[in-house]
């Protein structure tokens, strides 16, 4: 993300338009690449921080869970703000993964009923909590919409992950003759 920010920078932040565009069909690609990009050093410091903590500890899980909670992050948020943000705006930052991190680590302890996940979500919580704030359309120029559909993938990644296995199948019923 330092990269292309430099990059972006350097060409009159051309990449800026790499974004997502909502209910432009072209537009959907940049579903993957809209995490990346940021308008501006600010904007990329304050997501820097907390992408780096919530996906360390995510790693830390297993490459798998990573994987999985990130693009489930990258396409609920994509995908929210594609259907739902307001025409000609333009949306990139990674605060959609961010919040897609943030409550994958929050739910995964409550699904997979372990108290070590519970512990770390807690520990989160106190961290991190507050900016769950920002899934509601209080803040002019943020977009809440990517903040809401990545903590829905986050939660999605979570149940996904960590369900237990005897929810994983449909009970069969036990018949008598």
Do not use: C, K
């Not at 009159?12 to 974004?19: A, C, E, P, S, Y």
């Amino acid at each position: 993300m330092w990269v292309l920010e430099i990059v972006d920078v350097l060409t009159g932040h051309r990449l800026d338009g790499l974004g997502i565009q909502p209910r432009v069909i072209s537009e959907l690609p940049q579903i993957f690449t809209a995490p990346l990009l940021h308008f501006g050093w600010a904007h990329l410091i304050s997501n820097s921080i907390p992408f780096l903590v919530l996906g360390v500890i995510i790693l830390l899980g297993g490459l798998r869970h990573w994987v999985v909670a990130t693009l489930a992050s990258v396409i609920g948020s994509g995908l929210l703000v594609w259907l739902i943000s307001p025409p000609g705006s333009v949306t990139a930052g990674a605060s959609g993964v961010i919040f897609g991190y943030l409550t994958y680590l929050l739910v995964r302890g409550f699904i997979s009923h372990n108290l070590g996940q519970i512990a770390i979500a807690v520990g989160v919580f106190v961290l991190y909590g507050g900016v769950l704030w920002g899934v509601l359309p209080f803040s002019v120029g943020v977009s809440w919409q990517a903040h809401l559909g990545g903590a829905l993938g986050g939660i999605a990644a979570a149940w996904l992950l960590h369900r237990s296995p005897d929810r994983r199948t449909v009970p069969q019923l036990n018949r008598r003759s």
